[in-house]
């Protein structure tokens, strides 16, 4: 049982526009979320996180937004940049930032 | 990626040889994982390690064996290769309780 969903393989987005990446969880004692970032043939890249007692982190283009009675996050980039086309993992940890449970991940393509 | 090494960065076995991936990482930290990402999933944890002398298992240990006999290092063993290990295999770093760090990867294929 995938803890931990993706539900979008891939996302198209206009350079200049708003991303935005849903991920979705179904154990409430998840306590980190994070964003990771991957270019292939390279390791994932941390992006951002937001721990469990926040709604909300941002990072200069890059928003993490957490709804825990939905077990639901979602990743916003804006404006969104050429260079931001990548695959995105979401992933949820029960004990910090470590130990993480991924999502299968959305592929991400910037067009100009 | 900076401070997490891995090699090699490609291996070919064939099934039954045993080889070991090495993670180095010059960081001082305490916390040290191996993850495998397949086709269509997430990466998955195989084993990882909260210091030297201590590991533990993640959710796919199976056919792995590793060990932490220093802060900086954390092979990864395959003791009798199989054609469902064909994978990509990042090694991962941090302090404890803080987020982890990866490294670059390194493609095993099994034939």
């Known amino acids: 049982d995938q803890q931990v969903k993706q539900n979008s393989p891939s996302l198209s987005v206009q350079e200049g526009r708003i991303s935005i990446l849903n991920c979705d969880y179904t154990?409430?004692?998840?306590?980190?979320f994070l964003w990771y970032k991957k270019y292939p043939a390279e390791g994932p890249t941390f992006l951002i996180s937001i721990s469990s007692i926040k709604d909300k982190n941002e990072d200069g283009r890059f928003t993490v937004f957490l709804n825990k009675s939905a077990k639901h996050l979602s990743l916003h980039i804006v404006p969104s940049q050429p260079g931001d086309s990548a695959v995105y993992f979401c992933a949820a940890s029960l004990q910090g930032a470590q130990k993480l449970v991924f999502g299968q991940g959305t592929r991400l393509t910037i067009n100009p | 990626n900076a401070g997490v090494t891995q090699t090699p960065k490609f291996q070919v076995l064939k099934t039954g040889q045993s080889m070991t991936l090495q993670c180095a990482q010059d960081?001082?930290?305490?916390?040290m994982s191996w993850y495998r990402q397949d086709p269509g999933m997430g990466l998955r944890l195989i084993h990882y390690?909260?210091?030297?002398?201590?590991?533990d298992q993640g959710e796919v240990p199976n056919g792995y064996n590793v060990s932490r006999s220093t802060t900086e290092d954390f092979p990864l063993r395959l003791l009798s290769a199989a054609p469902s290990q064909t994978s990509v295999y990042f090694c991962a770093s941090g302090r404890l309780g803080n987020t982890i760090y990866f490294g670059e990867g390194s493609w095993l294929t099994v034939v």
């Open positions: 154990n409430s004692m998840f306590d980190y």
């Open positions: 390690s909260v210091g030297a002398g201590i590991t």
């Open positions: 960081m001082n930290h305490e916390y």
